[in-house]
């Protein structure tokens, strides 16, 4: 079971663990060894609330497919249970931050006194250039 917090948990019947051999280089184990993990989570058939399921499905990741399921696929470390830590660890973030609401953006404006400055700074910035012209006679 995999929990996200409080109230929210994963049972394991809704993830689909699989052993594949990683990729890249590798030793005298390259060719014999299933140690990568290949995470697949059906965001549909879960029994995660609909507030998580809708915004899983609205982000715009690349590891979730059109029917709404997320494979991830962990090959970083050089034992399975490792990389099954590390794909179970990377589902569980990955939900945590589609489920963050961004705090709404208020606008602002400069105060009268910063943008007096700023004028100022500018002219006075514009004169010390004009001084560095030709002198005519």
Sequence with gaps: MLTISNTVTIDEWELELTAIRSQGAGGQNV??????????FDINRSKLPDFYKERLLKLNDSRITKDGVLIIKAQSHRTQELNREDALNRLKDLILSATKVNKARRATKPSRNSQRKRMDKKTKHGQTKALRG???F
């Design 31 to 40: 060719n014999k060894v299933a140690s990568a993990i290949h995470l697949r």
């Design 134 to 136: 030709n002198i005519k």
